[in-house]
């Protein structure tokens, strides 16, 4: 089915070669890290953690979101996911993708990744999330591969693969739960230190992968011949919607245990985020920005008829990525290292080579799924007689 992503029109081949520009500009500025080092970065000794992983923990969840799509049609035969299952599982390859990159980035160092191989250590979250990560990517690969097959030769995709796919809906929750264990296993952080850190992160990617899907989806009706179908849409705002509100919910408990509670080190990060402190406040336009667009999007989602219309469902889609894209691909990451132990702020902010690193690294993912939705477009389209 390779073959299918070596046809297509001049608008297809301008977007990938658009593409492949980010994505080389993006890896000289990374052998110009790579040669200099992490010192380029706007990381330091207090903020060891920036862009690079606040991106990581931002498309773990967008990869985990492929469930939503799966774990109905699969599990629960409602057949009109049928249709846009393969864009969710395509989507979760995409994201684990950009994932892996954004980890050998932040490393600095690429054969530092070969110790978590060489020196596994059981005892170490990174490397549980290693493992689920590289599985998920499997099982995402070799399912939505064989499922877009058997549905080229007009047969039913064999009996194996339906043993993976029920593999594969718990290990999708698996990974966004390990990957909040990262944050939430530090006791000197008290921004992470919460019980529902990890029921926050599968509420966000529940929010914002279904969101992103949903406007893949409208650009797919309007490149290609294969419509994604409006009742499948709509479901998925109905998710999307679920998921937004108890997103805003447990964050509105994190802020009432901090402050009712007066603890000065579950404070400080909040205050810092949203008011400042000590006379920093980098974040605070960017975090009231997430605040603004993560409010719209649950008012409009709460109205059936808003919800209901596709123009107005796209942009609550596109606030609610906007919101979930600060607050946990940026504000949660960098809010968890300020203030540090000592009650000191040094703050943090993404320098030029991070940027056009972190752009070859989105260039690359979106390439990626460039082809393999041009691969899933093609055969659905056929199989459907629309060619």
Known sequence: ??????????????????????????FVTYLYQFSEGLKITGMS?????????????YFVGVAASGVMVVLPYYLHDFKAFGRITILGEFLAVASIV???????????????????????????????DMIVLNMYLLLNIVIGWNVLSAERKGMHYPKWVKTLIYISIPWAFSIHTV????????????YWLTAIMAARFLSSAFASG????????????????????????????????????????????????????????????IVYLFAGLDGYDKLVPWMWTAAFFGIASVVMLIIPAVRRNLKTLTIACICIVIATWIDKGFGLVIGGFIPNPFERVFEYWPT????????????????????????????????????
């Open 179 to 190: 990957t909040a264990f990262l944050y939430a296993g530090l006791p000197g952080r008290h």
């Open 1 to 26: 089915m390779l073959e299918k992503a070596l046809k297509g029109s001049q608008a297809y081949w301008g977007w990938l070669l658009v593409l492949v520009i980010i994505i080389g500009a993006g």
């Open 352 to 387: 030029t080579p991070e940027i056009v690193i972190s752009m070859g690294v989105w260039a690359t993912g979106f390439f990626v799924l460039t082809v393999l939705y041009k691969i899933a477009v093609t055969v659905k389209t056929e199989a459907a007689g629309l060619e």
């Open 45 to 57: 000794r207090d903020v060891s953690w920036g862009f690079y992983i606040g991106q990581l923990t």
């Open 210 to 269: 279904p969101a992103i899907l949903i406007l893949i989806c409208m650009i797919v009706r309007k490149v290609s011949k294969f419509d994604p179908g409006e009742v499948q849409i709509r479901t998925l705002g109905g998710i999307v919607t679920y998921a937004m509100i108890l997103n805003v919910f447990f964050f509105l408990l994190e802020i009432f245990t901090a402050f009712y509670s007066q603890i000065p080190g579950h404070m400080h990060p």
């Open 98 to 128: 950009m994932c892996g990159l954004f980890v050998m980035v932040d490393l600095g160092n690429i054969p530092r990744m070969l110790n978590i191989v060489l020196y596994p250590n059981p005892t170490s979250i990174l490397f549980w």
